[in-house]
């Protein structure tokens, strides 16, 4: 597989509103965990590699734990998520695959329990811009980092 282009030095000023959109979901007042969950499983679902590294590597420095992360592609199947990650993770699924979805009212309903008004608009706007990245990563063929593996001494 081979890089198609660079988004940065193509369009520039693409590139740069995007990341306009990042740094919003940044600041938006989402917790680090909700903003690695939407990033993660957006990701995973939509096959991004470049994207999947990255997010699995935030989770871990923000101290997520590796069943935390391992369980995310699997999430309906694992006990571990609270009812309000699970709200989330169904939101970011049915969101993420809205053609499919629609996005259906158990799902926004489901959300409504655990987010205000004002979360769940950040937590769309947030879905909206991973999806953004994955589409441009995917699309171009953007390679993800190969870690070199740790020598023993």
Known sequence: MHPRLDIAKAAPAAYKAVLGLENYVQTSGLSRAEINMIKLRASIINGCAYCVDMHVKESRRDGLSEQWINMMSVWRESPLYTPRERALLGWVDAVTNIA????????????KVHFTDGEIANITVAIGTINVWNRICVGFRTMHPIDQPAVAA
Request: proline share 8%; glycine share 8%; no cysteine.
């Open 100 to 111: 499919a979805t629609g996005a259906p009212d158990e799902a926004f309903e489901a959300l």
